[in-house]
């Protein structure tokens, strides 16, 4: 298992994984303070989900709290049930690698996504989290509390992760026009996952 087999895993498994996948929402509070974070100069806050994956209970969260959704996701499966499970949300079938929509947002997510990519990935999107970022806009994502890879398991087939070091986060959050707000390494409240909340401070 390596990372190029992540999105290929996720088509054949993808549908399983949703139907299975946790709904408790214990990432409430984070998502809270997401948007807490966002700026709402146009009214509502425009949220790029990147790896969106089928859009519950996350993505029907936030449309819930009245955010204006687009998700992203590089397999067919999930960008099919992503505008099904999210009200008003729109799906764009794209790799997060190189993603360039064109467009700017209030709030970039990645949650439980951008970790399946490579280290040398995961360093080259955060020119592509600024190319996204409305000003003050910001970002959360998930990564690994230590630098290293690691096989987990996603609908009982074996899935990619990988993390850097927490300071090489924060160097390249810095060297992108990210502030961070917020960073918790394997929060007890949060099912142990590591969280980093950002915001952008480049105009």
Same mark, same amino acid.
């Given at each position: 298992?390596?990372?190029?087999?992540?999105?290929?895993?996720?088509? $054949? =498994?993808?549908?399983?994984?949703?139907?299975?996948? #946790?709904? #408790?929402?214990?990432?409430?509070?984070?998502?809270?303070?997401?948007?807490?974070?966002?700026?709402?100069?146009?009214? =509502? =806050?425009? =949220?790029?989900?990147?790896?969106?994956?089928?859009?519950? &209970?996350?993505?029907?969260?936030?449309?819930?709290?009245?955010?204006?959704?687009?998700? @992203?996701?590089?397999t067919?499966?999930?960008?099919?049930?992503?505008?099904?499970?999210?009200?008003?949300?729109?799906?764009?079938?794209?790799?997060?690698?190189?993603?360039?929509? /064109?467009?700017?947002? /209030?709030?970039?997510?990645?949650? +439980?996504?951008? !970790?399946?990519?490579?280290?040398?990935?995961?360093?080259a999107? !955060?020119?592509?989290?600024?190319?996204?970022?409305?000003?003050?806009?910001?970002?959360?994502?998930?990564?690994g509390?230590?630098?290293?890879?690691?096989i987990?398991? @996603?609908?009982?087939?074996?899935?990619?992760?990988?993390?850097?070091? &927490?300071?090489?986060?924060?160097?390249?959050?810095?060297? +992108?026009? !990210?502030? @961070?707000?917020?960073? @918790? &390494?394997?929060?007890?409240?949060?099912?142990?996952?590591?969280?980093?909340?950002?915001?952008?401070? $480049?105009?």
């Amino acid at each position: 298992m390596k990372a190029q087999d992540v999105i290929p895993t996720y088509e $054949r =498994v993808g549908a399983e994984w949703a139907q299975q996948r #946790n709904r #408790n929402l214990m990432e409430k509070a984070w998502l809270d303070r997401m948007l807490a974070a966002a700026p709402r100069d146009t009214g =509502v =806050v425009r =949220v790029l989900d990147i790896g969106c994956g089928s859009g519950k &209970p996350i993505g029907s969260y936030l449309a819930e709290r009245g955010a204006q959704l687009t998700g @992203v996701d590089a397999t067919d499966c999930m960008t099919a049930l992503y505008p099904e499970n999210v009200r008003g949300a729109k799906a764009i079938k794209a790799d997060m690698r190189g993603l360039k929509l /064109d467009r700017q947002f /209030d709030a970039l997510l990645a949650w +439980n996504s951008f !970790f399946h990519l490579s280290a040398d990935d995961q360093r080259a999107m !955060f020119a592509t989290f600024a190319a996204h970022a409305a000003p003050g806009a910001a970002l959360m994502f998930t990564s690994g509390h230590i630098a290293g890879e690691a096989i987990g398991e @996603v609908a009982g087939a074996p899935i990619y992760h990988a993390s850097l070091a &927490p300071d090489d986060y924060r160097t390249l959050l810095s060297e +992108n026009g !990210f502030k @961070v707000l917020r960073f @918790v &390494p394997e929060d007890p409240t949060c099912g142990g996952h590591t969280i980093w909340l950002a915001q952008f401070r $480049r105009a």
